[in-house]
């Protein structure tokens, strides 16, 4: 920095000190003295200053704010209806029916069996050898079968009907409203500020050598311009603004809906059934017997001969018969009878009620706050410098002097 005084110092003087010698008139001589001169230049300095400015904080408060709300209010209402109901009752009829009873009787019946004897016999004799047969013979069995009859009866057959009927329901609805508040947003405000700048330039000036005073040198020097210009900047600033949002409410209408009931009427019709009964029906079988034939046959000595005689023999049998027989039962049947009956019952029904409510929110609020910052200002300090200058060693003519 100390070099760029001298530097400057020396081109602003060494130019005067030239000028003084040509004025007078005097040819030019060579150099032979320096003369030391004091001179006072402004020097750019960035100095750290404090300065208040105004800026924007915000604090969260809590406030307070009362609200609508709907509650449903039950109410409890009697009513009474009439209705009908199918009462059963049980009554009794005399049925008449036939049996068919079976009677067992006890039944002789002959029967011819060959009864064997034997003999003895000498010389010759005949001897008869049996020979079995198989003979099939029938007789006749009374089989009982199962007969299906039909008959029929009355019978109350329960009809079922669909009623429509209406009733009243408080159904809440929710409905969407609009609404204005009040919000803080940050808004970009474009502000300005003054900066000094320095707007200089370099020079090419002559200025003599130290090492040799009479050779002068071709140096840059810095001339400084200072200028203050705006410099515009953006600041985010809190504004109060109007947002429009929406909120829903619950409102209870009433609503007529329609159900469906179902009521049961008894139909008497007369309905067929089936019934079984035992029958004996005679039923003629066959069987088969084995029957003794026997062959005579003549021998030599004495043998024992086996002769069958028929005998008449006689066995009891049961036989069964049926016999129709008419018979009287109660039969006990069921008839629906309808009556009138009244009944009280409780309906509980809504009521929407207005209430309010305190709650509690929280907004923040913007305050304006000064505060202290550093900023960096350049300043032209004026600053004294001592530097050698030649002198150009001459006489001047008398005029130089002046009159």
């Known amino acids: ?55 924007i904080e915000y604090a969260y408060e809590e406030r307070e704010r009362k609200v609508t709300y709907y509650e449903r209010v039950p109410e409890i209402k ?42 003895t016999r000498t010389a010759t004799r005949t001897v008869c050898k049996p020979v079995w047969k198989e003979v099939r013979r029938e007789y006749t069995v009374q089989v009982p079968h199962t007969e299906t009859r039909t008959s029929t009866h009355t019978v109350c057959k329960p009809v079922w009907k669909e009623v429509s009927r209406d009733y009243t329901v408080i159904v809440p609805h929710t409905e969407t409203r609009q609404g204005v508040r009040k919000v803080w947003k940050c808004v970009p405000a474009k502000r ?99 029957v003794c034939e026997y062959v005579t046959e003549e021998q030599s000595h004495e043998y024992k001969v086996t002769v069958c005689k028929p005998e008449t023999r006689s066995c009891t049998v049961k036989v069964c018969e049926y016999v129709k027989e008419q018979k009287t039962c109660t039969v006990n049947y069921t008839v629906c009878v309808p009556q009138q009956r009244t009944k009280t019952y409780e309906v509980c029904t809504y009521k929407c009620v207005p209430r309010q409510r305190t709650e ?20 032209m300090v004026p600053q004294t410098v001592t530097c050698r200058v030649p002198v150009t060693c001459c006489r001047p003519a008398p005029h130089c002097y002046g009159s």
Not at 113 to 118: D, R
Not at 360 to 379: D, R
């Open 1 to 55: 920095m100390r070099r760029r005084l001298l530097l400057l110092i020396s081109a602003v003087v060494l130019p005067t000190a030239v000028a003084w010698a040509g004025d007078c008139g005097c040819p030019p001589a060579p150099c032979c003295e320096e003369r030391v001169v004091e001179t006072t230049c402004y020097v750019p300095q960035c100095v750290t200053e404090t300065r208040k400015i105004q800026c």
């Open 192 to 290: 300005t500020h003054i900066v000094c700048e320095d707007q200089g330039h370099w020079e090419e000036r002559t200025v003599a050598a130290r090492c040799d005073p009479c050779q002068p040198t071709v140096c840059k020097v810095w001339v400084s311009k200072i200028v203050q210009k705006e410099v515009p900047y953006t600041v985010n600033e809190m504004q109060c603004l109007d947002d429009p949002y929406e909120y829903q409410v619950t409102v209870c209408k009433p609503e007529t809906r329609t159900c469906t009931v179902k009521i049961c009427e008894y139909v008497t019709e007369e309905q067929p059934y089936e019934y079984r009964v035992t029958v004996c029906k005679p039923e003629t079988r066959s069987c088969t017997v084995k």
């Open 360 to 379: 509690k929110y929280t907004v923040c609020v913007p305050h304006t706050v000064k505060k202290e910052i550093q900023v960096q200002v350049c300043k």
């Open 78 to 119: 009697t009513v009474t209806c009439q209705y009908t109901v199918m009462v059963p009752q049980t009554r009794t009829r005399e049925h008449t029916y036939t049996v068919c009873k079976p009677i067992w009787k006890d039944v002789t019946r002959e029967y011819t069996v060959m009864v064997p004897h034997t003999e």
